[in-house]
């Protein structure tokens, strides 16, 4: 069953997405910033599902074990630094917990969208937007473009992993290529950044 008729198609809601570390938190804060659009961001809604007590909590508890607590936190938080490392290393864990959360991320993003219904513009962050199969809540898609390199060395420095696992996660996205054919702006955050704000000035 469709999800369209819960929203507003009026609405212009821009996809954005990227691989990880290509930029996109930079680029939203700026959106923000300079037109102060709503910016709904999938991950926040990933943290906040997996916070204590919550269903989401106990499901991944009973399924990975008191190990996934990070016990040095005031409310026995799940330790999502190992979550992470587990899920990038075994492909089942990683299906287990994407098919838990996807689609609890993706209604409460249409939630949200409804709740902004007077807006006419939202910016959507989704990192996995074409893995997750997000794209039917977006009226466009605008993918960050970033050389591997350059991500490879984000990332490292960001999750302070060796360049081997670096290149192990960016691998298990989808590539580049493949989102392009399907994305409607490309934003270039190679290393002139007023390239993409100029990208950006143009189309809001």
């Given at each position: ?7 507003n ?15 996109k938190?930079?680029?939203a ?46 409310e ?5 630094a ?29 939630e949200?969208c ?7 513009n ?25 050389p ?10 960001r ?8 290149e ?5 996205q ?6 392009s ?13 007023q ?9 809001i």
């Amino acid at each position: 069953m469709s999800i369209h008729p819960k929203l507003n198609n009026k609405q212009r809601r821009i996809g954005l997405t990227g691989g990880i570390a290509s930029g996109k938190s930079t680029i939203a804060k700026y959106i923000k910033e300079y037109i102060d659009i709503p910016i709904l961001d999938a991950d926040q809604y990933s943290k906040d599902l997996i916070k204590p007590k919550s269903n989401c909590y106990k499901k991944v508890i009973a399924y990975f074990g008191p190990q996934i607590v990070d016990h040095h936190s005031s409310e026995n938080e799940i330790n999502r630094a190992l979550l992470k490392k587990i899920i990038f290393e075994n492909s089942k864990h990683r299906k287990w917990i994407q098919n838990l959360l996807h689609p609890l991320i993706k209604e409460k993003m249409i939630e949200k969208c409804n709740q902004f219904d007077k807006n006419k513009n939202l910016v959507l962050v989704i990192p996995l937007l074409f893995e997750a199969k997000f794209t039917d809540i977006c009226t466009e898609i605008w993918l960050v473009k970033c050389p591997k390199e350059v991500q490879k060395k984000r990332l490292m420095k960001r999750n302070i992993i060796s360049e081997n696992q670096a290149e192990k996660i960016i691998n298990l996205q989808l590539n580049f290529e493949d989102k392009s054919k399907f994305s409607d702006v490309i934003l270039d955050n190679s290393d002139n950044k007023q390239l993409w704000k100029n990208t950006i000035q143009k189309l809001i």
